[in-house]
């Protein structure tokens, strides 16, 4: 873990900023990416933390890849560090949005363009995949964690669930789960 007070506003927004530069996809789709700068390179959080940080950044209204960096520049900086993580995570993207936004109707004209964007497709949807995957095999501990992430991914794939029927469905098993196993725990003590 770093100490806070290496951890300079310069680093932040040069990390977030390489992040965002090769962002393709949404924010899913960097998770990685992320994960090796935060964890792997910077060392600023673990990969369970990681995890944990990517189910807060879920709930917060937001992209998820702009959120986590809002939330890692907090912690090591306060709000200045907040902020100055979000315009590093969005620097890039944003001017790429622009370039691409004037000269969309030209450009879309381009077989080169349009080939560049079939090749991209299924890289993306590779990358949302092994995201998925290490998150499952980090966040599922057990039988019943593991039949909890299947359930959504049954939801999800066949629409039967949006993101927020599929976070609040998330927190009501987890409230049920907790109260059974409390009251499993509480039958347990009482004497026979």
Known sequence: MSDHKKVTLGMLYRSFAGVGAVLFGGGYAMLPLLEREVVERRKWYTHQEMSD?????????????????????????????????????????????????????????????????????????????AVAIRMIQRGCKSRWEYGIATAACIAAAGSLLGPLGLILSGIAIGIIWHLWAKRQATKMEMPQ
Not at 72 to 90: K, P, S
């Open 53 to 129: 940080l990517y189910a807060l950044a879920q709930v917060i209204p937001g992209v998820i890849a702009v959120n986590t960096a809002i939330l890692v520049g907090h912690r090591y900086r306060g709000a200045i560090g907040a902020t100055i993580a979000a315009l590093g995570m969005i620097s890039a993207p944003t001017v790429v949005m622009i370039t691409l936004a004037t000269s969309y109707a030209t450009v879309t004209k381009w077989t080169l363009f349009t080939r560049l964007f079939d090749g991209l497709r299924p890289s993306v949807a590779g990358l949302l995949l």
